[in-house]
């Protein structure tokens, strides 16, 4: 049956089924006089600092914003009631009235403050260590008098978010820095009075929870059975917090059962996890409750910020690469989660008498789960398209995006017939738009299939939409079928599309090289320390040079972050003859003076330029070498609890052609070190697999519609009679083409095309649709494109330079008389189609 385009009519919109929420952490740094003294942190409204800020927070446009390192200046107006606070002006800038700053009552540090401010209102609040706090919990020290062990007043905020079932609370620290005894010590009781205020609310993880700030987790982790020296003169622990008291560099292990908080993994655009500009370290972060759905989390940096298309979501347009490095010595750090909605979400979609059909457009759309009541097996992503007019060259588009990988990936959903009628037969549409080309690359495809209740699938091969690797974007297409159905009254029938890879018909083979495994620290003294670097088998033909390969080590600790050794690749006394696996080659080297971390890393070059620049035990930026200037990228493990000697090493795992496919991890005490081979559970490819293409869905359109086409094939029964083919059966012949596609009379257009478009008689070859195209006899240049038109149909006009490039140019509606349109004439020669479009409301049988 032709591709025709669906007319709008009444319908059903349903709600998403959970409430979402963002929400930033951002230390927003302190600026001190000459004298080290803290002047202002936001500054007033208009100034560099303050304008860098809230551009920063309006481009993120969270709903709640979490504060750390507010001077006393910035705050002044702002509490005891106040709003007259440079906080409030920026509050009331990024429309967020509800702000809470806390008092520095009864801690150690008077300078700089917490604060949160939110979209939503707050309905209760609390100020962690403050005198009034540790007062009201009975919070005492060993001579009986009140507390006082917290250094900076921790603000917390029950935050009721309208539609949310249960409100949300929200905390937000700066925790003790420097890494003394005393310092962890400190940090430790801080976060012990955070989870002391959970459990004195009763809260755990099947409540909203979300702890932020800057935890300034530094220094080995340790256990206090006493406390250390070095606190403050009026330091005074309640006794409520006994010891032995644990410190640990790990954020979660502050938050076990029965909160269970665990920290995001935010990461930058470029993968790097560090918040800390000047120490490449991760201070800060957001730990969410299981209550809580995480639908992704990023770490702001404005220079990299260069699309609407990368990375979650951002309201207005790309930031100047400068604003991070103004704003702040740390980045913010976003997320965003959504919360169960107090009203259940929708399971089906009901077809009603009063709204017999349903219009879903994805509106609500925020990409990462899949919006009720569709279920789905990986398309959670949110569509961005190629368009020119839009700025930074792409378009936000709230559409289901699907990048098909190995497996297909399945998004479905049910209808449910409640008109109180059976129905005979269904028009379906959507939008199809392909969001990339990536050459080379496979050719994908969306198919749809509808099935009744648990009953057998039928395929809807006219809703097929295929993007390849060539296509010019952007490309938009709009399928409609229509389908004979036998759904009774109360039944319901299932709604499946499915997105499927092509076939790959093999990727390039990997010109990759990389660290593959790392041994720095062992029990006892250091013994069999080594690394290793793999080569892929296409680097050669790649124009790659073993030559040219170099390994830099770097000490990143804070007096040092420059090269301690440089070794080459081609020096095979330093290196290992290589081992082999499936065309890898696997080099070796085996100093005895790699550094022990906390951080150090590893820079690997090809003819002078950084491949890779690795760090364990915190991050750190380059100050001398071919990597200065770059912040390194943490491995995700170490061996800070040094393993056996000979085992525990650092290794990429998995199955890939690079490093891209692979993760690191640290193999356990019983698996021995592998130099010179794959690591134990990992393979490689060889071959980079071809990408695959992304295509969105959007604007889905079902409805009842009235047929006498019983078997659903495009023809009337009437129709069929006539051509002597069977109205029950939609391939009369069984040659697996419908009836509605076959062309009776071999005049080269389908009986469907001739019964419903066009008007024409399936059965006789002299009366097909015809346009012609003549030249102008009367003006030069000028030519003419004649054809029929037929009441109740849209003609429009394609035209362009190659037959399978064609735009639409013009159209024009139907009047029953032939139509000439006038076209320039070029001796070069041009293609011109038309294509026609039936109406809403005229009867598939004809005029």
């Known amino acids: 049956m032709p591709r025709l385009f669906l007319a709008l009519f009444t319908c059903l919109l349903l709600p998403l089924p959970a409430v979402p929420l963002r929400v930033v952490t951002f230390n927003i740094g302190a600026n001190r006089d000459q004298n080290g003294d803290i002047t202002e942190s936001l500054n007033e409204p208009g100034s560099e600092d303050y304008e860098a800020v809230r551009a920063i927070l309006a481009r993120i446009d969270a709903d709640v914003v979490c504060l750390q390192e507010l001077a006393n200046a910035d705050i002044s107006g702002g509490t005891n009631g106040g709003t007259t606070s440079d906080v409030h002006a920026l509050a009331g800038e990024l429309g967020l009235p509800h702000v809470l700053i806390p008092t520095n009552s009864g801690v150690f540090d008077f300078t700089l403050r917490n604060a949160i401010l939110s979209r939503h209102p707050f309905e209760t609040t609390d100020e962690i260590g403050s005198s009034d706090y540790l007062a009201d919990i009975g919070a005492v020290g060993e001579d009986s008098s009140r507390a006082k062990d917290v250094t900076r007043v921790i603000p917390a905020a029950v935050i009721a978010v309208p539609g949310a079932a249960e409100p949300v609370t929200v905390l937000t620290l700066h925790a003790k820095s420097s890494t003394g005894l005393d310092d962890r010590f400190r940090r430790a009781v801080e976060l012990a009075r955070v989870r002391d205020y959970f459990q004195r609310h009763g809260l755990n993880e099947d409540d909203n929870l979300i702890v932020t700030g800057d935890f300034n987790l530094s220094g080995s982790s340790t256990t206090f059975t006493n406390e250390p020296a070095g606190l403050p003169s009026t330091w005074n622990r309640g006794t409520d917090l006994p010891l032995p008291l644990s410190y640990s560099n790990d954020p979660d292990f502050y938050f076990p059962a029965p909160q269970n908080l665990v920290a995001l993994d935010a990461r930058a655009l470029n993968g790097e ?87 879903e457009d994805f509106a609500d759309f925020a990409g990462q789960q899949a919006p009720p009541p569709w279920q789905s097996s990986g398309a959670t992503w949110q569509g961005y398209f190629a368009d020119d007019t839009a700025a930074g060259g792409y378009a936000h588009e709230e559409a289901v995006a699907f990048v098909p990988g190995e497996e297909a990936i399945v998004f479905s959903a049910t209808f449910d017939n409640l008109t109180g009628a059976a129905i005979s037969a269904l028009e379906i549409g959507y939008l199809a738009r392909q969001l990339g080309a990536r050459s080379p690359g496979t050719t994908d495809q969306l198919q749809v299939t509808w099935s009744l209740e648990e009953g057998e699938p039928h395929n809807l091969s006219e809703l097929t939409f295929l993007a390849g690797p060539e296509e010019t974007l952007p490309r938009s297409e709009t399928l409609v079928t229509t389908v004979a159905v036998e759904i009774p009254a109360g039944a319901s029938f299932t709604l499946t599309f499915t997105a499927t890879r092509g076939p790959d018909q093999g990727g390039e083979v990997s010109s990759a090289v990389f660290f593959n495994e790392v041994h720095y620290d062992n029990a006892g003294a250091d013994n069999g320390e080594f690394i290793e670097v793999v080569v892929a088998p296409g680097f050669e033909a790649a124009g790659g040079d073993l030559q040219e390969v170099e390994v830099v080590f770097y000490n990143g600790s804070e007096s040092q972050r420059r090269p301690y050794r440089t070794v080459a690749l081609r ?229 362009g330079d190659e037959p399978w490039a064609l735009e639409s140019t013009s159209s024009l509606p139907g009047t029953g008389e032939e139509a000439r349109l006038n076209i320039p004439w070029d001796e070069k020669g041009r293609f011109f189609a038309i294509r026609v479009h039936l109406e809403e409301g005229m009867s598939p049988s004809g005029n």
């Open 571 to 799: 020096d095979f006394e330093s290196f290992a003859q290589p081992g082999e696996s499936n065309g890898y080659r696997i080099y070796s080297h085996f100093p005895s003076d790699i550094q022990n971390g906390s951080p150090d890393g590893l820079a690997l070059l090809v003819a002078g330029q950084v491949r890779q620049f690795l760090s364990y035990e915190g991050s750190f930026v380059a100050l001398e070498g071919p990597a200065a200037g770059m912040a390194s990228q943490e491995i995700a493990v170490a061996q800070d609890d040094p393993p056996p000697v000979g085992f525990g090493a650092l290794g990429l795992t998995g199955s890939g052609a690079d490093e891209s496919s692979l993760s690191w991890t640290r193999f356990g005490e019983d698996v021995s070190h592998s130099p010179g081979a794959a690591n134990a559970g990992q393979s490689f490819t060889g071959a980079t697999p071809l990408p695959a293409q992304a295509f969105s869905l959007d604007d889905l359109q079902v409805r009842p519609v009235e047929t006498t086409d019983r078997d659903g094939d495009g023809l009337p029964d009437e129709v069929e009679l006539a051509l002597g083919l069977d109205p029950g059966q939609s391939d009369s012949d069984g040659d697996g083409i419908s009836d509605g596609e076959e062309d009776s009379d071999g005049d080269g257009q389908s009986n469907g095309a001739e019964v419903l478009i066009v008007g024409t008689d399936p059965g006789d070859a002299n009366a097909r649709f015809v346009a012609v195209l003549r030249r102008n006899p009367q003006q030069a240049n000028q030519g003419e494109l004649v054809f029929p038109t037929l009441a109740g149909r849209t003609y429009e006009l394609l035209a």
């Open 273 to 359: 996890a560090d918040t800390f500009m000047l120490g490449g370290a991760v201070l800060d972060f957001l730990l969410p409750s299981p209550a809580l759905t995480t639908l992704g989390a990023e770490i702001y940096r404005s220079s990299l910020d260069t699309s609407n298309a990368q990375g979650l979501p951002k309201s207005g347009t790309p930031l100047p690469t400068e604003t991070s490095s103004t704003a702040s010595d740390h980045w913010a750090v976003f997320a965003d989660f959504t919360l169960a909605d107090a009203i259940p979400p929708a399971t089906s979609y009901p077809l009603t008498a009063e709204a017999p059909a349903v219009s």
